[in-house]
């Protein structure tokens, strides 16, 4: 008998052993919030009665998180459970473009992307630290000018 691939909620051929694509969003929103926190994935494994590898999973989606356990994230990372499916991609959603108000915007996808590393988070602490606006606009307009954007504001 021959496997045929499956196919996602957006009719996209996936391998079966790829992981779906909410889960993979579901643990980065964990990563994120985790490393928000400035918690490693020991600690967090800890506090749940997991080993750091097995968060590792879960935050690479490899390993999909059941409802007990997205309850008990939600009470450690202090965030409700809708945090985990916030910005979640269309088609992660099983909805095509047109269903929703508002499509998955490149952009969007980028700055979330690089909130999510660590990079992008040592730097959103940091810039948020600063207290004087006209100091805030000057990073701007060196980011902007390192990037080679021109001011549109």
């Known amino acids: 008998m021959t496997k045929l691939p499956k196919k996602g909620n957006n009719g996209e051929e996936r391998n079966a052993r790829s992981p ?17 926190l400035g918690m490693s994935q020991e600690k967090l494994g800890d506090q749940l009665g997991l080993t750091f590898q097995q968060v590792q999973k879960y935050e ?9 356990r997205l309850f008990d994230l939600s009470k450690t990372l202090g965030v409700p459970i809708d945090y985990f499916y916030d910005e979640a991609p269309v088609a992660a959603l ?3 473009e047109d269903q929703t108000e508002y499509g998955d915007k490149t952009s969007e996808k980028s700055v979330y992307d690089f909130l999510s590393t660590r990079e992008g988070l040592e730097l959103n602490k940091a ?10 606009r000057s990073i701007v307009e060196l980011v902007r000018s390192l990037a080679g954007e021109s001011d549109n504001s």
């Open 127 to 136: 810039f948020v630290q600063i207290n004087d606006a006209r100091v805030r």
């Open 60 to 68: 690479k989606g490899v390993n999909r998180i059941g409802a007990s």
């Open 20 to 36: 779906n694509p909410m889960d993979i969003h579901v643990g980065s929103r964990v990563r994120l919030r985790r490393m928000l």
């Open 94 to 96: 099983g909805m095509a």
